[in-house]
Structure formats: C-alpha cells, structure tokens
C-alpha cells in the first residue's frame, strides 16, 4: 500500500456519459497529480493541484475537469466520454522532503464502450 | 522540446544475466531525473532520483547512473522478480512547473 487511495479500481461506462475518479493523498503530502496512461502514449500529466489551488496544467482536454478539496482528496471529472478515454488514471501526490519522487495510487482503469 | 526517450522498449533476459536499459533525454535545463518500475495494472513505484551528471545510485540488484544526455539502469544477476516495466522520467529546471517528462518505458522479461 503506497498510501496514496484511488477509487474505484475499475470502471466501465458508456460513450457521452459523465464520471469522477477519487484520490486522496498520502496522510500530510499537499500536491496531488493526475495522470492518464495508455498503450500508446505512456503516462501524460493532466493536473497538478497543491494545497487546493490549481498549480499546472498538461494535457487535459476541456471535457475533463478537476479540483483539490479541504481536505486535500482530489476529484477528477471526466465528461462526455469517447472511446478513446478509456486508459488507466493515476494520482500521485509528493511531500517536499521526497527528492521529488512522486507517489502513485493503484489507478483506476477506466473503459469506455 | 523537452523529450525522454528509452531503449530498448523490450528485454528479455535469462536469470543471472545482467544488463542495462537507457534513458536518454534532452531538456532545457535538468532539475531531476527519476526512475521508476511499473507492474502490470499498477501504479509505478519510486526507485531513484538523480540530480548530476556523475551521479551513482544503488539499490539492491539495481544501480542508476546519469550523464549530462542519459541515464542508464543497470541490473546485475537479475531475478524473475525483477520483470516489470522500467520508466524513466525528468523534470526541467523551468520556474515553478514541477511537470515531468515520462519514457515510455523498457519492458524487463526476465526467465528464471
């Protein structure tokens, strides 16, 4: 167990539906990343929050949005999926005493059919 | 344009055969370099982080080394535990943008 918790573990929904994927950091880490991995294309950032405010931005489509709570859980919000959504999203959260390594969750494997 | 390139993107190895896998980057700028090992359905896990070119860090079978253009993962006397995915990833001293840079990552096979 990394301690960082992602929920659910696997999900399959329908084109144009709506979803939310949960994360909580590791007990005391502030930023929280959030990455989408597939076959082709490896692991692309989409978002990076810290202490609740939005710190970077990668690859996010506008379909998919995110936010970073009080109690520092993130939620990230995937909308009218297509098909080509489906892949695996990861949180990941750092503390500053880490050497920058990043933590990573289990992921939630996400298919869209 | 900031880039992480690995090779080879599969390698299969007999157990006890040692071998390297490479991560080569171009970046404006490094801030760090990590390594990171991937199995199949989770989430990578933290080996190391490099920061300078000369830079050694060692970890059971594994070691990582770093140059100013790549970094290599050496693996000696691996075990069938060892099979994973490796991903190599750097970040840019650019401001405040703690984004990293990810390979695609080497596939490790190896046969007991």
């Known amino acids: 167990d990394s301690g960082v918790t992602q929920t659910p573990k696997h999900l399959i929904t329908a084109t144009g539906q709506r979803v939310t994927l949960r994360c909580s950091p590791r007990?005391?880490?502030?930023?929280v990343y959030w990455y989408q991995q597939s076959l082709d294309q490896g692991l692309q950032f989409l978002i990076q929050?810290?202490?609740?405010?939005?710190?970077a931005k990668g690859n996010i489509l506008e379909r998919f949005s995110a936010q970073q709570f009080p109690d520092l859980h993130s939620e990230l919000n995937l909308s009218s999926l297509e098909l080509g959504d489906s892949a695996l999203y990861f949180c990941?959260?750092?503390?500053?005493?880490?050497?920058?390594?990043?933590?990573f969750g289990s992921g939630t494997r996400l298919t869209v059919v | 344009e900031d880039q992480v390139t690995q090779s080879p993107e599969a390698l299969r190895l007999q157990e006890g055969e040692s071998s390297s896998l490479n991560c080569s980057y171009t970046v404006s700028g490094l801030r760090g370099l990590f390594w990171y090992r991937q199995d199949p359905g989770k989430g990578p896990e933290f080996l190391f982080t490099?920061?300078?070119?000369?830079e050694e860090k060692e970890k059971e079978r594994l070691k990582a080394t770093l140059t100013k253009k790549e970094s290599f993962l050496h693996i000696t006397a691996p075990k069938p535990e060892d099979s994973a995915t490796y991903l190599c990833?750097?970040?840019?001293?650019?401001?405040?943008?703690?984004?990293?840079?990810w390979g695609l990552g080497t596939s490790l096979a190896v046969n007991p």
């Open positions: 007990s005391g880490d502030l930023s």
């Open positions: 929050y810290y202490n609740g405010e939005e710190r």
């Open positions: 990941a959260s750092r503390s500053n005493q880490q050497a920058y390594g990043y933590t």
């Open positions: 490099l920061y300078s070119a000369g």
């Open positions: 990833a750097v970040q840019a001293n650019a401001g405040n943008n703690r984004k990293l840079i």
